[in-house]
């Protein structure tokens, strides 16, 4: 069984998420909101709070802007304990992203409003860089999640990566297409890749335009121990070298509807990491990761879950393994 260390989390592109109540949202009304909530968030602070939820401590790093930074701190410090906030400030805001939520009566719909934040200069990603040299352990697991910052390139992630190889850190990858696409051309192997289907079609390139989901999953599993492509309400595939695993939970399943996908993929990639570090086999991997992300989907705001239907949902989640194909492994 592998030894595992501590896990860090980076939030190249960390955000505070506003989550608002609005009945009757009409474009050009005038409404009266309620506020759900104002948090931290980011998918990378997205993973390290579900982790919290689900008895993991973590440490969580990136940028934050120089005005916030003191509110990230005891915001995450507060989330009972679990989580050691290490933020590298940078001049400027932290960006903002609204949803609006309507009622139930109205279907539970989500609009969101995703703003631009803080640009980073190379001064920043060496600092940035330096931080993580400097606190990473042979064994730990490094979480790269979230797009990048304005002024970080594809080029940087991929340092990022080969910094944390140099300390015998493993690590796992939800970033933007452009910059997984960097890291698989570059032959850094990781040990594990999470996108969606979308973004893994993108990052794998124009040989994966027609490619289904499961080719798309051995694909990226010729790069990472562990590599899923998650689908949303269809469930995910789960790849390693030589076996794949299709899984999902039937929403008419769950004790009761959907509430909100914010958050749903960052915490399928927390149980996934749960999982596989609690020894789990791969296809009880894929059963927790879903069972997270589901859970998820049954509250307001990103791993505010229910341990009680994180337990349902996996006694719900139908997983079966598939056919292994080497058609497509690489690029």
Same mark, same amino acid.
């Given at each position: ?10 939030? #190249?592109?960390?955000? &505070?998420? $506003?989550? @608002? ?15 759900? /909530?104002?948090? #931290? ?14 008895? !993991? ?61 803080? +640009? ?10 330096? %931080? ?8 730990? &697991?490094?979480?790269?999640? /979230? *797009? ?26 939800? @970033?933007?297409?452009? %910059? ?7 032959? $850094?192997?990781?040990?594990? @890749? ?6 893994? !079609?993108?990052?794998?390139? $124009?040989?994966?335009? +027609? ?18 492509? *998650? ?23 769950? #004790? !009761? ?18 999982? &596989? ?14 069972? =997270? ?23 719900? %989640? =139908? ?13």
């Amino acid at each position: 069984m592998h030894r595992f260390g501590r896990i860090i989390t980076l939030n #190249p592109h960390p955000a &505070i998420d $506003r989550l @608002i109540e609005a009945p009757g949202l009409v474009p050009g009304a005038h409404i009266r909101g309620r506020v759900l /909530g104002r948090q #931290p968030a980011g998918k990378g602070l997205n993973v390290s709070r579900a982790l919290a939820a689900l008895g !993991r401590a973590s440490r969580a790093m990136g940028f934050v802007g120089d005005r916030d930074a003191a509110w990230f701190a005891e915001s995450i410090r507060s989330t009972g304990g679990r989580i050691d906030c290490l933020f590298t400030p940078v001049a400027g805001p932290t960006r903002e992203n609204l949803t609006l939520v309507e009622p139930a009566s109205r279907g539970n719909r989500e609009t969101h409003i995703r703003l631009t934040g803080l +640009s980073v200069c190379p001064a920043d990603i060496t600092r940035l860089r330096r %931080a993580l040299a400097g606190g990473l352990r042979p064994d730990d &697991i490094l979480i790269i999640a /979230g *797009s990048r910052p304005p002024g970080m390139t594809p080029a940087d992630v991929v340092h990022l990566i080969t910094t944390a190889h140099r300390a015998g850190a493993r690590v796992a990858l939800d @970033i933007d297409p452009q %910059a997984l696409a960097a890291v698989l051309h570059a032959g $850094r192997p990781v040990w594990l @890749i999470k996108p969606n289907e979308e973004e893994a !079609r993108a990052a794998l390139g $124009r040989g994966f335009a +027609s490619a289904s989901p499961a080719q798309l999953a051995a694909a990226l599993a010729g790069h990472a121990e562990w590599a899923a492509v *998650s689908l949303g309400a269809k469930g995910a595939i789960l790849a390693t070298a030589d076996q794949q695993w299709t899984g999902r939970i039937p929403a008419t399943a769950l #004790p !009761r509807p959907a509430r909100s996908t914010v958050g749903c993929g960052d915490c399928f990639l927390a149980g996934m990491v749960d999982a &596989i570090l609690a020894g789990a086999a791969p296809a009880e991997v894929l059963r927790r990761a879903l069972a =997270v992300g589901a859970a998820n989907a049954l509250v307001l705001g990103a791993a505010n879950f229910r341990a009680t239907d994180v337990r349902f949902a996996q006694r719900k %989640a =139908v997983v079966s393994a598939l056919r292994a194909s080497k058609k497509n492994r690489g690029i």
